[in-house]
């Protein structure tokens, strides 16, 4: 048999292994990212065609990651990225990645140079982010030599119809060959398992490519899956946090009136001055049912323009919503520069609801703490500014709003079967709320605990707090 004949035997075998093991992905319900970087002219595009032939085209999506748009400058830069992460039992296929911010801007100047190390750091937790959920990641870096790269750099720009394909990056990166290996071999060196794939030749590489997603594949199919375990919420007294909150706070109605409207004109000259100075804002409400979080969003809203701010309230998630992260939704809802979003309910559930009905695992819960910090300090360092306010009410003035709302027939809609069920474990929110905020309030971005069976007073703390910071940051 000739060694072409050898060839297509091997490939054509690979190509049913891996379109059985898109079936076995589906069925176990397993999402799968694939990563492909390397040399401009390595054949990125041809040898994702060629992998991708044999799979079913509904269960995947090819993504070409281009210089961000102006639109896409204007969030955190891994937004675009976790905004395209595949549901479960979905594959998606990535023509360069987030790494074309360490591998090409940074040392292009089309971003700071100064935070590569903070870009490296903030990729790899999102990678675990990945990973920790049960995506498999699989990352292929496509190499070539210098002078087969300058041959493919020649061959196209010889021809009309191709040299479109060369960009002038493309040819500054081969006269700096030296240079930018280096940086891709130490960027290869701090991010994790990569398959090398040696693209000089197409066909080889193409059967190389196989191979290792196959390996890769089965890897991930033969471990074993996590048993899911109930998180357990120790009860134990409120500390740090909520034992020291007064909530015998209050302002008569005279004061309330008159601080109100003065935080109001202040908010509506730093919306504007925060709209040009293009810094996004995202404002967090939590706190118990009854709370007051709808009013206080209410006095807030008022003072700014409806056009440069958008309010999302946090449901049960959706089906389609429950096969990704579960930040991954509110990623989508993540403000752009000069923009305000605000979150009646937000990621905080995973670590204050979900833990006491059980539905996330002990797992998922211990690791979403520093998950949701990571989330928040890339915001953070992309320039947003993050307010997060916990309401606290005592549990008899809790009571006495559910009592107001049910025999108001204008109110009752709010009130439903599970608000009282909540009630019964009042003790295990409690323990649950606490260690959230013990373990969610960094320095960068702390929580504000409001004391909240005055409503007014709650009210006015909030926007005071609001003011305050935006002063400060502008």
Known sequence: MTKNKEFKRELEA?????????????????????????????????????????????????????????????????????????????????????????????IDKKVSREGFDDDISEINSFEKLLTDDGTLLIKIFLDISKEEQAKRIKSLLSKNETKWRVSQDDIKHNKQYSKYSELSSRIISKTGRWNIIDANNLAAATLDIFKALIFEIELCLKTDKKVFMRPEIQKKPATKFLAGVDLSLDLDKKTYNEKLEHYQDKLERLHNILYLNKIPLTIVFEGWDAAGKGGAIKRLTTALDPRGYQVFSTP??????????????????????????????????????????????????????????????????????ILKFF?????????????????????????????FRNRDKWDIYLSAIEKMLEKTSTRAVPWHVISGDSKRQARIEILKIITEKLEKEL
Request: proline share 5%; glycine share 6%.
């Open 391 to 419: 309401i606290h009410i005592s549990k008899e003035e809790q009571l006495v709003r559910f009592n107001d709302r049910k025999e108001n027939p204008k109110k009752s809609w709010k009130l439903t079967d599970e608000d």
């Open 316 to 385: 049960a998630p959706t089906p389609n919503e429950k096969a990704h992260h579960y930040l991954w939704r509110f990623w989508n809802n993540i403000p752009k520069t000069g923009h305000i979003a605000i979150f009646d309910r937000s990621w905080y559930g995973r670590v204050m609801v979900e833990p006491v009905e059980g539905f996330c695992s002990q797992e998922e819960y211990d690791r979403a703490f520093l998950e949701i910090n990571n989330m928040e300090s890339h915001i953070k360092n992309a320039g947003g500014i």
């Open 14 to 106: 690979c190509q049913e292994r891996l379109s059985e093991l898109q079936r076995e992905l589906r069925s176990e319900e397993i999402p799968v990212v694939i990563v492909v970087e390397g040399w401009g002219t390595s054949g990125k595009g041809q040898l994702i065609n060629n992998f991708i032939l044999p799979l079913d085209p509904r269960g995947f999506c090819v993504y070409t990651i281009k210089d961000e748009s102006e639109e896409e400058r204007r969030y955190p830069f891994l937004r675009r990225f976790v905004t395209k992460m595949p549901e479960k039992g979905r594959i998606a296929i990535f023509d360069r990645s987030w790494y074309r911010r360490v591998l090409n801007d940074h």
